[in-house]
């Protein structure tokens, strides 16, 4: 039991480490083309962030475990939502863009509700096929290259020194190196602690897993707020929610259909109510501003949504 605990530690630790490497590699690429801080968040920040879910997802498909697939998807969506922005904004009050409401957020909420279908109602019932992936895969290349020329349009040149190439690479490939291992790690503990405890690995992935995975997300969104870069710590939090719901089940699919637990629409009805309140959120006072009490609430609903799971 102890060595199944310090695997998903020592795990854990690589994810958010090679993220970091990662995140700070692509966003110095990013600052060199002059990118805005909506793009930089939503889309270097949010798939960099997104990667340990990513890398998890592979391994899991490799290995035929689909429900850590599924259950790190929605589960790290969720924890994004509440724990991540609650969190984020006790630190800070965080601003709510008009662009997140009028794109982003829609978005979101749409990329959910085309989950849900392939996962109850597609060609093959309570399995994701690779069609259904392949689709999901296309969204989320579309919503990039949307966002990547909306960002070109809003960016403004600033003044920052620029780090050389070579360092930018070391940053890589050491990023995706802790990836690879980390996910290793975290799948294999989760499964191992799985099968101790009779715990099946939904509960384990939608909890366990998917808090872990979201460490990177917690972090960047502090160290944003704190810098009060509101843009880039909710354009991380949408845009990873965004790669997590369409690109994880995409992957896992295309690399093996995936078969969905119906248990998980409890949790995925869940977060599409979240996600929604966010949209509509403040919507008659037209602040706009998540004050640190929403921020308590949000967390209170976190903990609450995972005593509930067990």
């Known amino acids: ?19 970091d490497f990662v995140v700070k590699g692509a966003s110095n690429i990013a600052h060199k083309f002059h990118l805005s801080e909506m793009l930089i968040g939503i889309v270097i920040v949010g798939i960099g962030t997104s990667l340990p879910e990513i890398l998890v997802t592979v391994k899991s498909s490799l290995t035929g475990n689909s429900d850590i697939i ?10 994004n939502l509440l724990l991540v922005i609650g969190i984020a904004s006790v630190c800070n009050p965080l601003k709510i863009d008009n662009k997140m409401l009028q794109v982003h957020l829609p978005v979101s909420v749409f990329s959910i509700l085309m989950l849900t279908t392939f996962c109850n109602f597609g060609a093959d019932r309570n399995v994701i096929s690779k069609t259904e992936a392949i689709i999901l895969l296309l969204f989320a290349i579309v919503y990039i290259i949307y966002t990547v020329f909306e960002g070109k349009e809003e960016a403004q040149e600033k003044e920052k020194k620029e780090t050389p190439f070579g360092w930018i690479l070391v940053y890589l490939i050491l990023g995706v190196l802790g990836l690879k291992y980390g996910a290793d790690f975290v ?16 509960i384990i992935s939608i909890t366990i897993v998917s808090l ?8 960047t969104c502090i160290i944003a707020t704190i810098k009060k870069e509101s843009d880039l710590a909710i354009g991380n939090v949408i845009g990873s929610n965004i790669f ?15 078969h969905y ?13 979240i996600t929604i309140y966010l949209l ?7 602040r706009r501003m998540i004050s640190k009490k929403h921020g308590i609430i949000f967390i209170l609903l976190f903990c609450l949504y995972i005593s509930c799971l067990f």
């Open 280 to 286: 509509v959120f403040d919507l008659f006072r037209n």
């Open 212 to 219: 872990g995975t979201s460490l990177p997300e917690i972090v």
């Open 1 to 19: 039991m102890l060595y199944e605990i310090i695997v998903m530690i020592i795990g854990f630790l690589l994810l958010i480490k090679g993220a």
């Open 70 to 79: 599924i259950g790190n998807s929605i589960g790290s969506c969720i924890c």
């Open 244 to 258: 997590n719901i369409c690109l994880l089940p995409a992957i896992g699919a295309i690399i093996t259909p995936i």
């Open 261 to 273: 637990d119906i248990e998980f629409n409890r949790s995925l009805i869940f977060l599409l109510i």
């Open 187 to 202: 799948v294999d503990g989760a499964i191992s602690i799985a099968e101790l405890f009779g715990v099946s690995e939904s």
